[in-house]
């Protein structure tokens, strides 16, 4: 019997009407639209506005159309991985909650944080219960709603982060397509250059930690991009050399979206031309764990059956990784 690969065999997105562009910003903090441009190729990004929305409310959509296109029901999904820095709420898990309004009745479901590298996270992990042949048909989201932890006095953060979220299903393939190989890295001392500084269990919501604003993101831009910079470039190099690939052998390269300058050294590291590095960071920003879901939806139509494709991600914990996977259809 051939060897069961877990393959992505639909996917969509979604991201919010509203677009927040470099020109409002210039009104928001003192920042200017060719500041933005250069250090990070960002133009505009989409934001969620409306009370009482969060991040499963992008999900739902994206996993509609997904689940239409596929031609299945809600109800045939063995499990539903959310990959999120942005949950609903701290508990219970997105995911779950997705379910439901999906009517995703027998599917068990969890939520999975690894900042922005989530996403390959959790297609790895998923890849696993298909792979054990344990589970048919496994929903990973990718998703965040960033404007809800972003400050909009901080120009150092507000120019970087959007919202939107992405998906994909994955079923077992037998003709050899699907996710080969997988490099996952984390360094939990990157903890003191991006994260957030309350609402958890080691320092729970005040008076005092809102009005410190220590429920916003928290970034050491030039540190952060140090690490970024060569780890998301090794790690993609890594598999593709692990895998005997070298940058013809590659149709996509599919990065993160942090920082346009990041994807641009992970090119040149890796050999991939320009014309096959997937970026949208132009019109999105950094949307977290949506952004590589997001590249995969808006690129579908031109990706073909077995074309190789390598997925890199950098972010905090700090968390990095890469995906070899051959495109099923
Ligand atoms: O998603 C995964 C994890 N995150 C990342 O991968 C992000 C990695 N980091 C970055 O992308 C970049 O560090 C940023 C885009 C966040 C910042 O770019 P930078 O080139 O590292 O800028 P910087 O922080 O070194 O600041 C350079 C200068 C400073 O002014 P002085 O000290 O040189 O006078 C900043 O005060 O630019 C100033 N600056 C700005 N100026 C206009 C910082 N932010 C802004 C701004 N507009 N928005």
Redesign the pocket.
Known sequence: MSKIHAAITAVHGYVPDYILTNKE?ETM????DE??TT??GIKERRILKGEGLGTSDMAVPAVEALLKKRGIGADELDLIIFCTTTPDRVFPATANILADKIGAKNAWGYDLQA??SGFLFGLATASQFIESGKHKKVLVVGGDKMSSITNYKD??????FGDGCGAVLLEPNEEGNGIIDSILRSDGSGVAY?HQKAGGSVKPATHETVDALEHFAY?E??A??KF?VTKMADVAAEVMERNHLNADDIAWLVP?Q??K??IDATANRTGVTADKVIINIERYG?T?NGTIPLCLWEWEDKFKKGDNLILAA???GFTWGSIYLKWAY
């Open positions: 910003l903090v003192d920042t200017n500041w933005i250090r990070t900042a922005c120009r150092a953060t507000c120019i970087i991006l970034q831009g030039q952060v991009f970024a993160h942090a920082n300058r990041i950094n977290t950098f972010g905090g």
